[in-house]
């Protein structure tokens, strides 16, 4: 998937070239939403209206910030 970073409001899906099994999305892609890097997965469907697209979104984790400690305790060295 591509570095580049979506303007607000916007997001680009490609074609899962690495799909293996129907579980895995048909498109992948990512949209910028509230100034955050939201993951989009779609699977193309038949429905008796026409084609459609399953979505799922998926936030990006947040990092987990690293506890820092001061006490020196009594580490031997």
Same mark, same amino acid.
């Given at each position: 998937m591509s570095n580049h970073i979506p303007q607000e409001g916007r997001g680009v899906l490609f074609q +899962?070239? *690495?799909?293996?099994?129907?579980?895995?999305?048909?498109?992948?892609?990512q949209?910028? /939403? +509230?100034? *955050?890097i939201v993951k989009i997965s779609a699977w193309r469907k038949n429905h008796?209206?026409? /084609?459609l697209f399953?979505?799922?979104v998926q936030k990006r984790p947040e990092p987990m910030p690293h506890e820092v400690t001061t006490d020196d305790g009594d580490v031997p060295f």
């Open positions: +899962n070239l *690495e799909k293996k099994t129907d579980t895995h999305p048909d498109y992948k892609g949209i910028m /939403h +509230n100034g *955050e008796a209206r026409g /084609h399953s979505l799922s």
